[in-house]
C-alpha cells in the first residue's frame, strides 16, 4: 500500500497557465491587496455589510500578513500554496488545505483568487492541481469546502472539477441584513480516480 507524503511536505505544482508553490517574502504585499479588496472579502465571508468592506482595517496590516505567510512552510497540518501565473510570475492568490482529519484521510478545501487573477481560468487549473496532490500524494480520502449561495460562479468552478453538493448550512452567514446559505460540497478519492478533475468529459465519453 503507497505511503501518502507528509503534509510537511511543501510541494511546487505546475499547471499550463499557473504553478502553485510555497510562499515567499515578494509574495506579501500581493496577499495583502487581495485581501483588502471588497469583493473577495464578502465573498470570503469576511465582513458582514458593505461599509466594512471598504474599511482600510488594522487586522491586514503588513508585518502582521508577513509573519502569517513566511511560516505556512513550517505548518506540518496544512499546506498553503500561492498561485503564481505562468505568463507574468505575479502572485494571483492562494490554495489551502487545512482541517485535516488524519484518522479519516479527510481535509477542507479553500481558495482566494485577486482581481487579477479572475476570469481566466486560473481558479478552475489552481483547484484541479491541488485536489489532485491532495488525493494522489497525500492519499486523502474526502475532500471538503464550503461556497455560499450568493457565489455560483464559485460553486461551477468546483463542479466543473468534480465536487458535489451534499447538503446545506441554512443561514450561516448574514450580509447587509439578509441571511446566506452555505453550501457543503465535497470530493472522494474514487471519484477523482474516476475523471482526474474532468467529470464531464467521463460523462460524454460513456455515452
Same mark, same amino acid.
Given at each position: 500500500?503507497?505511503?501518502?507524503?507528509?503534509? $510537511?511536505?511543501?510541494?511546487?505544482?505546475? /499547471?499550463?497557465?499557473?504553478?502553485? +508553490?510555497?510562499?515567499?517574502?515578494?509574495?506579501?504585499?500581493?496577499?495583502?491587496?487581495?485581501?483588502?479588496?471588497?469583493?473577495?472579502?464578502?465573498?470570503? @465571508?469576511?465582513?458582514?455589510?458593505? =461599509? $466594512? $468592506?471598504?474599511?482600510?482595517?488594522?487586522?491586514?496590516?503588513?508585518? %502582521?500578513?508577513?509573519?502569517?505567510?513566511?511560516?505556512?512552510s513550517?505548518?506540518?497540518?496544512?499546506?498553503?500554496?500561492? !498561485?503564481?501565473?505562468?505568463?507574468? /510570475?505575479?502572485?494571483?492568490?492562494?490554495?489551502?488545505?487545512?482541517?485535516?482529519?488524519?484518522g479519516?484521510?479527510?481535509?477542507?478545501?479553500?481558495?482566494?483568487? /485577486?482581481? =487579477?487573477?479572475q476570469? %481566466? @481560468?486560473? /481558479?478552475?487549473?489552481?483547484?484541479?492541481?491541488?485536489?489532485?496532490?491532495?488525493?494522489?500524494?497525500?492519499?486523502?480520502?474526502?475532500?471538503s469546502?464550503?461556497? &455560499? $449561495?450568493?457565489?455560483? +460562479?464559485?460553486?461551477?468552478? &468546483?463542479?466543473?472539477? @468534480?465536487?458535489?453538493?451534499? @447538503?446545506?448550512?441554512?443561514?450561516a452567514?448574514? &450580509?447587509?441584513?439578509?441571511? !446566506?446559505?452555505?453550501?457543503?460540497?465535497?470530493?472522494?478519492?474514487?471519484?477523482?480516480?474516476?475523471?482526474?478533475?474532468?467529470?464531464?468529459s467521463? +460523462?460524454?465519453?460513456?455515452?
Amino acid at each position: 500500500m503507497p505511503q501518502p507524503v507528509s503534509f $510537511a511536505s511543501k510541494p511546487n505544482l505546475t /499547471g499550463p497557465t499557473v504553478s502553485l +508553490r510555497p510562499f515567499t517574502a515578494a509574495d506579501v504585499d500581493a496577499m495583502r491587496a487581495m485581501l483588502r479588496d471588497p469583493h473577495v472579502r464578502r465573498l470570503t @465571508g469576511s465582513v458582514h455589510d458593505e =461599509a $466594512a $468592506a471598504l474599511e482600510a482595517e488594522d487586522s491586514f496590516e503588513l508585518d %502582521r500578513l508577513r509573519q502569517w505567510y513566511l511560516t505556512r512552510s513550517d505548518q506540518s497540518d496544512r499546506l498553503d500554496l500561492a !498561485i503564481i501565473d505562468a505568463a507574468t /510570475g505575479e502572485c494571483v492568490g492562494e490554495v489551502v488545505l487545512n482541517q485535516w482529519d488524519p484518522g479519516n484521510q479527510s481535509c477542507n478545501f479553500r481558495i482566494l483568487l /485577486g482581481p =487579477a487573477g479572475q476570469d %481566466r @481560468g486560473f /481558479g478552475t487549473e489552481a483547484t484541479r492541481l491541488i485536489v489532485g496532490y491532495g488525493f494522489e500524494s497525500l492519499l486523502l480520502h474526502r475532500i471538503s469546502l464550503e461556497v &455560499y $449561495a450568493f457565489n455560483p +460562479r464559485a460553486r461551477h468552478v &468546483y463542479e466543473k472539477v @468534480g465536487f458535489r453538493a451534499e @447538503g446545506t448550512r441554512r443561514d450561516a452567514f448574514r &450580509y447587509e441584513g439578509t441571511w !446566506i446559505d452555505a453550501i457543503l460540497m465535497s470530493m472522494l478519492a474514487p471519484e477523482w480516480a474516476t475523471h482526474r478533475g474532468h467529470p464531464n468529459s467521463c +460523462r460524454h465519453t460513456e455515452h
